[in-house]
T-cell receptor, first 115, second 111 residues
Framework: EAGVAQSPRYKIIEKRQSVAFWCNPISGHATLYWYQQILGQGPKLLIQFQNNGVVDDSQLPKDRFSAERLKGVDSTLKIQPAKLEDSAVYLC?????????????FGAGTRLSVL | DAKTTQPPSMDCAEGRAANLPCNHSTISGNEYVYWYRQIHSQGPQYIIHGLKNNETNEMASLIITEDRKSSTLILPHATLRDTAVYYCIVRVAVANNRLAFGKGNQVVVIP
């Protein structure tokens, strides 16, 4: 079974530029998550989708971050404009969304450096 | 979700059992204990979870105290590939409930 795919693996931009990350979850997984992981800290949830609807975006900085999952499959996370403090690893995860173990499966992440 | 407390780091000898502690004194009756680990440059990986009974799978064993205020993850024969940050998370096991990661326990397996 293929895992969660993310691209690109690395991205370097200057502050005030825009950037986008892509995620393709495990086939059939209804729930998709985007996390931000700053160096030395655990991942922090940014946004959670159930199919193509937003379940939780309470920790998403909506003035600069946006995310979509238009067809309920793959997803894009965008930052516009980027700030220095956005330097982090952006992780995508997916789960079945069913009331069972609810195990989340993570991709390898995109490492963003904002200069 | 209840908060957890883990040591920031620990070393383990290769080939020996590694016992990773976690305190969760404010855990509620319907909250499970989940363990994930994150190897360098990879995303977190699910290991095991449990409610009150001890659990074992191909990766590890989870021992939960009778009062459920603490637990121990046991890696039976630690290898160098087990070097990772280990996260203990307490959460209600319902669909779409978030994972709240702390800083975790940096475990280094020493040859």
């Amino acid at each position: 079974e293929a895992g969660v795919a993310q691209s690109p693996r690395y991205k370097i931009i200057e502050k005030r530029q825009s950037v986008a990350f892509w995620c393709n979850p495990i086939s059939g997984h209804a729930t998709l998550y985007w996390y931000q992981q700053i160096l030395g800290q655990g991942p922090k949830l940014l946004i959670q989708f159930q199919n193509n609807g937003v379940v939780d975006d309470s920790q998403l900085p909506k003035d600069r971050f946006s995310a979509e999952r238009l067809k309920g499959v793959d997803s894009t996370l965008k930052i516009q404009p980027a700030k220095l403090e956005d330097s982090a690893v952006y992780l995508c995860a997916s789960s079945t969304g069913q009331n069972d173990k609810n195990i989340q499966y993570f991709g390898a992440g995109t490492r963003l450096s904002v200069l | 979700d209840a908060k957890t407390t883990q040591p920031p780091s620990m070393d383990c000898a290769e080939g020996r059992a590694a016992n990773l502690p976690c305190n969760h004194s404010t855990i509620s009756g319907n909250e499970y204990v989940y363990w994930y680990r994150q190897i360098h440059s990879q995303g977190p990986q699910y290991i095991i979870h449990g409610l009150k009974n001890n659990e074992t799978n191909e990766m590890a064993s989870l021992i939960i105290t009778e009062d459920r205020k603490s637990s121990t993850l046991i890696l039976p024969h630690a290898t160098l590939r087990d070097t990772a940050v280990y996260y203990c998370i307490v959460r209600v096991a319902v669909a779409n409930n978030r994972l709240a990661f702390g800083k975790g326990n940096q475990v280094v397996v020493i040859p």
